[in-house]
């Protein structure tokens, strides 16, 4: 194992960025700029070994900039939607940013996680490298109640496991969930729709939202729904349903979170995607309580990606392990407030392989 540290250029505003590889045995690697704690590109091998980027992403940190879907990104202090930027913890009235079209919370603001400058620690291994990333958050950043200090750490395995720990610790009650917003194409970055790929979500209800995806209160079972993933299903079958059913027209595909099943278990498996050209399999285990699929719908790039090619919908997909979105206004839903004192503590695994394995 070995961890390369280069330049990844200036932001418009003068700072400079880092990038750090994580280069395994098998030479697959994982690269990671401590602008926004990204994701900027993840190579392992497809069925026959030759190794490609399934990553959406840039070359340089400016083309993140302005960001482009939260690419690659870490997110907080809360991933996904609070409605109307409004919600009550511990008895205090929050009073976020509608940074979603002027309606809604998303994805922590204004000026989120995905916009900050990490301090970065590398640390090389036997059979694994790290990258831990901190960041601490001022008390009313973004109108969050505490000082928030944050740690998450990256670990990329010989066996070709990408492993995100999330640590944090909050000096008052707040709000935390922290997730990632990678969009993988498991044939390749640049190489078209991710329609072709069959997905599996370990999950038995799904979260109804509305017009604006923002949750019903409802947690609907999938049976007999386009929703429903337990067993392998390919992408372009749910969505050739687009028209014909309100939840999917209302997100122009699939945007949804999905409860995964066993919660008390801790890490447990959430979902499985594989690519029929490549035949590389992506396995996804968590010990949080949902995922949002996301399918990327409206995704729409401003510049070129690593390929030379502007990305667009459905060229992309998201796994974004989480709380329910706009969970603080759900008492039926389980509560991403971070009481004062208390350790916000979760793992997610991408564990990747090919189908011949």
Request: proline share 4%.
């Amino acid at each position: 194992m070995s961890i390369t540290k280069t330049s990844f250029g200036k932001l418009p505003d003068g700072r400079e960025a880092d990038k750090y590889i994580l280069k395994n045995a098998s030479g697959a690697s994982v690269e990671i700029t401590n602008y926004g704690g990204i994701l900027c590109a993840i190579r392992v091998p497809d069925k026959n070994g030759a190794l490609g980027d399934v990553l959406l992403g840039f070359d340089q940190v400016s083309g993140y900039v302005p960001r482009t879907g939260y690419m690659g990104a870490l997110i907080g202090r809360v991933g996904n939607r609070i409605a109307k930027g409004e919600c009550t913890v511990s008895g205090q009235q929050l009073h976020l940013a509608k940074n979603e079209g002027g309606k809604n919370h998303l994805h922590g603001g204004d000026v989120g996680f995905d916009a900050k400058i990490w301090d970065a620690t590398p640390l090389e291994g036997i059979c694994e490298d790290s990258l831990i990333l901190r960041y601490t958050s001022p008390d009313g950043e973004e109108g969050y109640p505490g000082t928030l200090q944050v740690m998450v750490t990256y670990t990329f395995t010989d066996e070709n496991e990408l492993i995100i720990h999330y640590e944090a610790v909050s000096d008052k009650d707040t709000l935390c969930s922290l997730t990632n917003h990678s969009y993988f194409n498991l044939e390749g970055e640049g190489s078209g729709t991710v329609l072709d790929h069959t997905f599996e979500i370990n999950a038995d209800t799904y979260t109804v939202g509305d017009a604006e995806l923002i949750p019903t209160g409802e947690n609907a079972d999938v049976t007999g729904t386009p929703f429903d993933f337990r067993k392998p299903t390919r992408l372009g079958e749910v969505i050739d349903q687009k028209d014909s059913n309100e939840q999917l027209r209302n997100a122009g595909g699939v945007d949804h979170n999905f409860n995964i099943n066993d919660p008390e278990i801790g890490l447990r498996f959430a979902a499985s995607v594989s690519a029929p050209k490549s035949g590389r399999v992506m396995d996804v285990f968590t010990d949080m309580p949902a995922v949002q699929f996301y399918a990327g719908c409206n995704l729409k790039g401003k510049h070129p990606g690593k390929s030379g090619k502007i990305y667009d919908k459905f060229e992309g997909f998201c796994l974004e392990t989480q709380y329910a979105p706009d969970s603080i206004n759900h008492p039926n839903f389980p509560d991403s407030v971070l009481y004062a004192g208390e350790k916000y503590d979760f793992t997610t695994v991408f564990a990747f392989s090919t189908e011949d394995e």
